[in-house]
């Protein structure tokens, strides 16, 4: 029988090393609720391994549970064509290939950042999720399970985004895709960037990390050492948003990360005090965690080279 109990993390998901120290303050347990049945992430705090790099949970869902997650997972919030500004990024580079070029979108969702080029180029995708694989394949992506690609030609251009944090043991899925690239073919992964987190107190309660799913997070630093791991030269780092947020929802989210600070440092300064009689404001001394804060260079698109 398998075991449905959280699952303890005490090594780096990376490079195994087990002396990684807590970063900030714990973060408490929460639950998602995702095609019915109710998911709950077990208080955690947040690791730094000093050898690689590699940010981690130190307490996760347990693999059937993730299994069960996925599968009930809508793809539907994730169909923003063009919008997001790490998607951009990506498509500047997949417009720069020739045509026929071959490419595999590891992780492709619906297919989402290669709709635009699968007419000129040759797209292939992985994706567990069937309602998004089924979609995916409407918009021209040849799908194939994960071990059907040691049959296939190698790639001009393989493709991680928003997968890179989804995984417990990068490295060995890593090197074999950095294996499936073709001489001056590319790999570019897109995923978080904790060295982005100002409030390193509060790195555990940051967004990222408030999403079951997400059970790891790299430092810059981690992108050099994947450099050496995958035999591969790091030859683009580009530091951005995921999202593309309007002036009035960045000024939303800085005023109420502003409010959680100072009722949580501060809670008999001037600014506090302001706050509690402003009634938009006064329900953060009650929250328990800190606000989403989406709107900043949070992210990075990072390209290999073979």
Request: hydrophobic share 45%; glycine share 6%.
């Amino acid at each position: 029988m398998v075991s449905d109990a959280p699952v303890t993390i005490t090594a780096c998901p990376a490079c195994h090393a087990t002396d990684a120290p807590q970063v900030g303050t714990a973060a408490a347990g929460f639950d998602t609720l995702v095609g019915g049945r109710q998911f709950h992430q077990p208080p955690y705090t947040v690791r730094a391994c000093p050898a690689c790099g590699l940010y981690f949970k130190s307490a996760i869902l347990a693999p059937a549970e993730l299994e069960a997650y996925y599968a009930a997972l809508d793809s539907a919030p994730f169909e923003i064509d063009g919008d997001y500004p790490t998607d951009r990024r990506v498509r500047e580079r997949l417009g720069a290939l020739p045509d026929g070029s071959r490419v595999l979108d590891f992780g492709c969702n619906t297919g989402r950042i290669l709709r635009p080029v699968t007419a000129r180029l040759e797209c292939t995708g992985v994706e567990p999720n069937e309602a998004a694989a089924a979609t995916a394949r409407t918009r021209g992506i040849r799908i194939v399970a994960a071990n059907e690609l040691r049959d296939v030609q190698p790639f001009d251009a393989i493709l991680l985004t928003d997968v890179f944090e989804h995984l417990l043991d990068p490295v060995p899925l890593l090197q074999d895709l950095a294996g499936k690239l073709a001489p001056r073919g590319w790999l570019a992964i897109v995923t978080g960037n904790a060295d982005a987190i100002a409030a390193r107190e509060w790195l555990a309660e940051f967004w990222y990390f408030r999403l079951p799913e997400h059970l790891v997070m790299l430092g810059e630093r981690h992108l050099a050492w994947l450099s050496t791991q995958l035999d591969l030269k790091l030859i683009e780092v580009h530091r951005c948003s995921h999202y593309r947020m309007p002036l009035g929802s960045r000024l939303r989210q800085g005023v109420q990360a502003f409010a959680y600070r100072q009722f949580r440092t501060a809670p008999r300064s001037a600014a506090a005090r302001l706050m509690r009689i402003t009634p938009r404001l006064s329900a953060a001394e009650r929250w328990t965690t800190a606000p989403a804060l989406t709107y900043g260079d949070d992210h990075v698109v990072a390209v290999f080279q073979r």
